[in-house]
C-alpha cells in the first residue's frame, strides 16, 4: 500500500474514534493548516536557524508532522489526490521557473 | 522506492537545477510554510467551504501541493524523517486527546 | 499628543526596560505579527464567529492588541509614519476598488 | 478627535460606500488579519531584514497599513476599543515579562 494512502488511513481512524469529521469544512482546515504552520515558524522567532534547530528540534519535528497531517486530511475532505497534485505542481514550477532565469537567483517569476 | 522518497527527490531535482539550496535555510523554509498555507487560506476569505471549493478547486490544490513540497524541502534540509514524524505524532495526539474525553468535542487538549 | 505616538512610546519603554531592541530586527518583527495574526485567529478554529466572540472575547481582545503593539514596534523600527501609511493605503485602495465595479462585492481587484 | 477615531471612520466609509460591511464577519477579518501579515513577511522571504528594506520599502508601507486598517474594521465589528487595549496589554505584558527575568533575554514567559 502506498505511504500517504496508509498514513491517511492512520490519520482518519484518528479522526474517527473522536467522531470529529463533523468538525473538518476545508475552511477550518485551511484555517488549521496556517495555525500549525505558525506553530513551526514560532520555533525560529528571534533566532537563527541554527539556534532554532539546535534548541528546538523535537518541537519542530512535532509541528512539521502536523502540518503534513493537516494536508493529508484536506486532501481526503476535498478529493485531492496528493501525490498527483504535488507531481502536477512540480511540473507546473519548472514551467514557472525555467532553469535559464531562474538558476541561482531568488526572483519571483512574476518579476520576470 | 517509497513515495516520500521519490517526491523528495523529484523536489531536489528541481532545486538543485536551479542552484537554490543555498537560499534553503530552515528559517526561510519555515516562513514559506507559513506564505504558502496563507495562499490556501486566502482561497476561503469571505467564502463559505462549499464557494470556495466549487470556485477555487484548482488553485487549492496547487497551494496544497506547494505547502508538502515544502514540507519535503523543510524535512530534508533538517534531517527529519518526515514518515517517522507523522507516525510518532498521530501517537502524541492519541494520547493528547483521549477517545474518552475527545468524543465529539473541540476543546483544546490544554483545556482538559 | 497624539494617540499613536502616545501608545508607541509606552511600547518603546516597555521595550527598553528590557533591553529587546537588540532583538527586534525587521524581519523578526514582520514573523512576530504572523505569529500574533495567528494567535487571534486560532480563537476562530472549529467555530462561528458568534461562537468565539461569545466564547474567547478576553483573549480575542488581547491578541488583536499585540498585532497593534507590533505594528507600532515595527513602524518605529522601519521608520514608517504609520498615520501616513494608513490614509495612503486607504487612498490607493480607492482607486483599486473603484466604487462601481466593488458595489456589494468581494471579487479581489486582480479579478476586474 | 482621536486619531484612532479619525482611522476608523474613515474605513468605515470606505467599506460603506461598497456596501461591504454585509462580508466582514469577525472570522473573516481574523483570516484578513492573518494573509495580511503573511503578505507583509513575504517581503522577507529569502532575504535579511536590510535587503528586504531597502528593496520593498513601498510594499512593506502598504502592507503593515493593510494590517492596522485591518484591525480597525476587527475592533469597530467586534465592540473593541483598540487604545484601551493597547493599553491594558502593554501592563499584562509587564506582569508577564518581569524587567528582573526578562532582561536582555528572549525567553518566552511560559518557560520562566
Excluded: C
Excluded at 522567532?45 to 512535532?62: F, M, P
Amino acid at each position: 500500500m502506498s505511504e500517504f494512502k496508509r498514513l491517511t488511513d492512520m490519520v482518519l481512524a484518528f479522526r474517527d474514534e473522536r467522531d470529529w469529521q463533523q468538525f473538518h469544512n476545508p475552511k477550518d482546515l485551511a484555517i488549521s493548516l496556517s495555525l500549525e504552520a505558525s506553530e513551526l515558524l514560532e520555533n525560529f522567532q528571534w533566532k537563527t536557524s541554527e539556534e532554532a534547530v539546535g534548541k528546538n528540534s523535537e518541537n519542530i519535528k512535532d509541528e512539521l508532522a502536523d502540518i503534513v497531517i493537516y494536508a493529508l486530511l484536506f486532501a481526503n475532505e476535498t478529493g485531492i489526490d496528493l501525490v498527483e497534485a504535488i507531481e502536477q505542481k512540480i511540473q507546473k514550477n519548472n514551467e514557472k521557473y525555467p532553469v535559464e532565469k531562474a538558476y541561482g537567483s531568488k526572483t519571483k517569476y512574476s518579476e520576470y
